[in-house]
């Protein structure tokens, strides 16, 4: 029995795209636990910290590419991963941030006020964060009921924490910023499909304003026609018996 399009996605698609994201996670617990061949390298706690920021900002583009491609294809059932995906990034974020605090730092707030002053892409990093955590509270249907429209303009916060997160990967690297740029481009060519559709919703709104033309140059002038009634019956069979053209049009009219 072929399965139909909404059981594709929920059943097949769904879970294939869970795996997806669990992946780096499941790479990373491989490598604390010393299985198989995965290796952190000479540097560890490094590694895993990078590992959880990129993925996590891996995942928020990926999130911003089901709109266009739900665009692209006219598959509407895409948006059923979008809320997965966006989780999934600030799963990862939330956990870069955590790891670094935890971890790196040793929960010790002296050296994070210091290594803030320092590093002022932490401060950004950390911002881009902070404006995903209302994101991530309010992703259920029943917020998306209460807010109602204000939901989509909340959720615009997005395009926010990516740039701030694209800021945080580029002022993060030491030497070789391809990479970065790399993911300032993804990030452009999402959000400039979004201004080119945005445009032409824009265009399609105004094109039947443009072209309406006045009534008073396209039509011409149209006799007025008195409506019939009881009350002026022997008016009008009076007119029809002297030839009066008003009697002529209330007689084809009726």
Request: proline share 6%; aromatic share 10%; charged share 15%.
């Amino acid at each position: 029995m072929a399965l139909s399009q909404e059981q594709l996605a929920r059943f097949v698609l769904k879970p294939l795209v869970l795996l997806g994201c669990l992946a780096p996670f499941a790479w990373l617990a491989a490598g604390i636990a010393g299985i198989g061949p995965v290796s952190l390298g000479a540097n560890p706690v490094e590694e895993i910290l990078h590992t959880l920021g990129k993925w996590g900002l891996n995942f928020l583009l990926i999130t911003l590419c089901v709109t266009p491609l739900r665009q692209l294809t006219g598959w509407v059932h895409w948006i059923r991963l979008r809320r997965m995906l966006g989780l999934t990034a600030f799963f990862y974020l939330l956990g870069h941030f955590l790891f670094y605090l935890l971890v790196d730092q040793g929960v010790d707030y002296r050296l994070v006020l210091e290594d803030v002053a320092k590093r002022p892409y932490i401060t950004v990093g950390f911002t881009g964060l902070m404006l995903l955590v209302p994101l991530a509270l309010t992703s259920t249907r029943t917020s998306m009921r209460r807010l109602g429209r204000r939901w989509q303009k909340l959720h615009r916060l997005v395009y926010v924490a990516a740039l701030l997160g694209c800021i945080h990967f580029y002022w993060q690297v030491k030497a070789d910023v391809r990479e970065p740029l790399l993911y300032f481009a993804a990030l452009a060519v999402l959000l400039g499909w979004r201004w080119w559709k945005y445009r032409q919703r824009l265009a399609r709104a105004a094109a039947p304003t443009a072209t309406r033309i006045p009534a008073s140059t396209s039509a011409p002038p149209t006799a007025v026609r008195r409506p019939m009634g009881s009350s002026s019956s022997h008016h009008a069979s009076r007119d029809a018996s002297t030839g009066s053209p008003v009697s002529a049009i209330d007689t084809n009219a009726a």
